[in-house]
Nanobody, 124 residues
Framework: QLQASGGGLVQAGNSLRLSCAAS????????MAWFRQAPGKEHDFVAA????????YYADSVKGRATISRDKAKNTLYLQMNSLTPEDTAVYYC???????????????????WGQGTLVTVSS
């Protein structure tokens, strides 16, 4: 089970930290990720992390502004987003699944389990 939180309304240029508390079978996965869905658009990959080793992967659109991390002791995934712009407005989802591997970690179809989403709204 995945529970995302931390969204809200922020002004452009500010920062936000999202959290995703994970429990149960989710820890059999090697990767966890953040996706986002803007109104009328598909789920877009944001970032992923290898849960065990901590290797990180980012979409070009957030590279340099986002940091994905995890606290293994707390079973929690994080996404720190800086220098937010209105284009970052979206519902942000955490996800994982047993079929995620390095070659498909940017594809939403690879992920079997999804959190409920947390809305981030960036005002200009």
């Amino acid at each position: 089970q995945l529970q995302a939180s931390g969204g809200g309304l922020v002004q452009a240029g500010n920062s936000l930290r999202l959290s995703c508390a994970a429990s149960g079978r989710t820890f059999s996965t090697r990767y966890m990720a953040w996706f986002r869905q803007a109104p009328g658009k598909e789920h877009d990959f944001v970032a992923a992390i290898n849960w065990g080793a901590g290797y990180t992967y980012y979409a070009d659109s957030v590279k340099g502004r986002a940091t994905i991390s995890r606290d293994k002791a707390k079973n929690t995934l994080y996404l720190q987003m800086n220098s937010l712009t209105p284009e970052d407005t979206a519902v942000y989802y955490c996800a994982n699944g047993p079929s995620v591997i390095l070659s498909n970690l940017q594809s939403q179809t690879a992920y079997a389990y999804w959190g409920q989403g947390t809305l981030v709204t960036v005002s200009s």
